[in-house]
């Protein structure tokens, strides 16, 4: 415990960005953070320390040297550690009295139950075949998907129960297909998928090596992430998903958008019209990269 904690105290000077009634309904609110690593971990931080008071967390990884350079979790004292159960045991030194179910892998066999209690999740993994069933799971049971691109730029997504999928609106391979039986060219090409739509509609490909990028969505060279574009990502991601739980509108469609804050500006999709004649000259300068020298 904290000595002289209360919640109230420890909320008091949100107050003003939302009102005591809104306070409260985030203390009652319960969000499900499926990944708590990166950008998922970032944002369930943020959540935290804004007062949401219950949480469902999920991760199957432990932390490792590599993630000290972004993950807000990953210190000293929690490399070897699961995520979920360092990420817990930080968020209850923050606040003594929040509620947190911490899972592993059984995570994704009880997300029916997990989604139709939680309305708010946050998509905090990078694993294409789970996120399918993240988002094919939470539109049967009614929740809303915050999610970000794979992109060297902050973004943010917000997909509702209404919204088409992913897959459906990037057209990955995937549509009809058991998530669990996917084979490894399915998730490259949704991956190659999901960067044509990032390359077409943000300036991202001026702000990384372009042929590191290549060799990331060809499978030969892990993700790269970098610290402040990871944590900016999780804050945009921790303000829908306070956004959600409070009725309150911002704007982030299925769609998406994306932060530059080399500019700065705030890149949105094109036009559909403006899009379709860029994209084959898109996707060949993709293939180029895929390829290498």
Not at 55 to 74: G, T, Y
Request: net charge positive; hydrophobic share 45%; aromatic share 6%.
């Amino acid at each position: 415990m904290i000595p002289g904690f209360s919640y109230e105290l420890f909320t008091t000077r949100n107050i003003g960005f939302v009102t005591e009634a809104e306070q409260a309904r985030l203390r009652q609110a319960t969000v499900f953070v499926c990944g708590v690593g990166g950008m998922g971990g970032a944002a369930f931080m943020a959540l935290v320390r804004a007062g949401v008071g219950r949480f469902v967390i999920a991760d199957i990884d432990v932390f490792e040297i590599s993630n000290l350079n972004r993950q807000v979790f990953a210190n000293a004292g929690t490399v070897g550690q699961p995520k979920a159960e360092a990420a817990a045991e930080a968020a209850r030194a923050i606040n003594p009295e929040i509620e947190i179910e911490v899972l592993g892998a059984q995570w994704a066999e009880r997300l029916p139950e997990i989604a139709g209690r939680c309305k708010v999740i946050v998509n905090g993994m990078d694993d294409i075949a789970a996120g399918l069933h993240l988002y094919r799971t939470a539109k049967a049971a009614g929740a809303s998907v915050i999610d970000a691109y794979m992109a060297p730029l902050p973004s943010v997504i917000v997909v509702r129960p209404q919204d088409p999928r992913p897959e459906e609106r990037l057209g990955f391979p995937t549509l009809g297909k058991d998530w669990r039986t996917l084979s490894e060219d399915d998730k490259r090409a949704a991956l190659l998928c999901e960067v044509t739509h990032v390359m077409l509609h943000s300036r991202s490909r001026h702000h990384v090596d372009l042929a590191i990028a290549g060799e990331v969505a060809a499978g030969r060279r892990s993700r790269m992430s970098f610290a402040p574009m990871v944590i900016t990502t999780g804050m945009m991601m921790a303000y829908e998903a306070i956004a959600l739980v409070l009725g309150r509108r911002t704007g982030t469609d299925c769609r998406g958008w994306f932060f530059n804050p080399h500019r700065p500006a705030v890149e949105r999709p094109l036009p559909a019209p403006i899009a379709a004649l860029l994209k084959p000259f898109v996707v060949r300068a993709l293939a180029k990269m895929v390829a290498g020298p």
